[in-house]
T-cell receptor, first 117, second 110 residues
Framework: DSGVTQTPKHLITATGQRVTLRCSPR?????VYWYQQSLDQGLQFLIQ???????AKGNILERFSAQQFPDLHSELNLSSLELGDSALYFC????????????????FGPGTRLTVL | DAKTTQPTSMDCAEGRAANLPCNHS???????VYWYRQIHSQGPQYIIH???NNETNEMASLIITEDRKSSTLILPHATLRDTAVYYC???????????FGTGTRLQVTL
């Protein structure tokens, strides 16, 4: 158990819909990362937040957005869903920022499996 | 980010050492080598990381060549529970994201 929790575990929805995935980082971790894992693209970094602020962006579609709340939990919002958005979505957390004195080892949650029909 | 090359798959007998190689010939001086693994469809799990010195922890050892162009992850006594996809990742010191490649699928057998 990494200490990172994600809800829901499974989500089945239809094309065109909007969903919200939730992540609670490990206690004390300030950074939250979102990754997408699909069969054809592998594991891809989407976005990172540190203490409520966006710090890095990867291959995140404009239909997707995220935020980190004052209690440090994070939500990933996926809208206008397409079949190709079906994937495993992982959240990870770390103590600090890359390059900082803190340990930047990322701890991953169990993921949310999204199926778009 | 420097590109990594890993064998697609490897087999290892239970109880033997598993040596997983990784080439990262374009690595630069400020880039770390990280290893993660993913068991089935679980979240990736951190194993170890290093800059230029060899590293060891309770899970594995990491051997980095002197020129830093390749590394080897060693699982000293592989068990069936070590069956997973192992990812070698090169991460710049100033970057946060992890760039995963296709990894090596390690199958540990009886």
């Amino acid at each position: 158990d990494s200490g990172v929790t994600q809800t829901p575990k499974h989500l089945i929805t239809a094309t065109g819909q909007r969903v919200t995935l939730r992540c609670s980082p490990r206690s004390g971790d300030l950074s939250v990362y979102w990754y997408q894992q699909s069969l054809d693209q592998g594991l891809q970094f989407l976005i990172q937040y540190y203490n409520g602020e966006e710090r890095a962006k990867g291959n995140i579609l404009e239909r997707f957005s995220a935020q980190q709340f004052p209690d440090l939990h994070s939500e990933l919002n996926l809208s206008s869903l397409e079949l190709g958005d079906s994937a495993l979505y992982f959240c990870a957390s770390s103590v600090g920022l890359a390059g900082g004195p803190s340990d930047n080892e990322q701890f991953f949650g169990p993921g949310t499996r999204l199926t778009v029909l | 980010d420097a590109k990594t090359t890993q064998p697609t798959s490897m087999d290892c007998a239970e109880g033997r050492a598993a040596n997983l190689p990784c080439n990262h010939s374009t690595i630069s001086g400020n880039e770390y080598v990280y290893w993660y693994r993913q068991i089935h469809s679980q979240g990736p799990q951190y194993i170890i990381h290093g800059l230029k010195n060899n590293e060891t922890n309770e899970m594995a050892s990491l051997i980095i060549t002197e020129d830093r162009k390749s590394s080897t992850l060693i699982l000293p006594h592989a068990t069936l529970r070590d069956t997973a996809v192992y990812y070698c990742i090169v991460r710049p010191r100033t970057a946060s994201k992890l760039t995963f490649g296709t990894g090596t699928r390690l199958q540990v057998t009886l």
